[in-house]
């Protein structure tokens, strides 16, 4: 910022008026997230309120119910599919599958999101501890051991 603000002042002081104006050297732009705002605003109120899975407490509790539900019906799809039924019943299965698929990536989505955070988190702290290929090593250490 300082850098660029001292060029400002010095093509200031150098090019005349028109120049300036026609090069468009005066940062009377619009910044890409001052004309973002609106819709940055727009999204993330809505996000903030329509899906509260981004609270990590509410998407872990969310993730037990899942698991819990789809235990029982996975087991159950297995028991109802078979090679004697038609083809339209094993189709309906297979929806059904496909539905409860749909919402797993859905509660996954910010597990993973989750995970991405933490691991970006945890391998700044360790490069602060080690070298580049030691925060690394220890990067993976402690993955494998908690994983």
Not at 102 to 115: G, P, Q
């Amino acid at each position: 910022m300082y850098f660029r603000n001292s060029i400002h002042l010095y093509l200031c002081r150098s090019f005349s008026a028109d120049k300036i104006h026609s090069l468009q050297l005066l940062n009377n732009r619009k910044s890409f997230l001052s004309a973002f705002f609106p819709c940055l605003y727009f999204v993330t109120v809505r996000m903030l309120f329509k899906d509260w899975q981004w609270l990590p407490e509410i998407n872990l509790r969310e993730w037990y119910r899942f698991v819990s539900s789809s235990n029982k019906l996975i087991n159950k799809y297995r028991s109802e599919i078979s090679h004697d039924k038609s083809v339209s019943k094993n189709v309906e299965i297979i929806a059904k599958c496909e539905q409860l698929n749909d919402r797993f990536l859905a509660v996954h989505r910010w597990s993973i999101t989750f995970a991405d955070i933490f691991y970006v988190l945890l391998h700044s702290v360790l490069k602060r501890i080690f070298p580049q290929k030691e925060s690394l090593k220890a990067l993976n250490a402690l993955l494998t051991r908690f994983g």
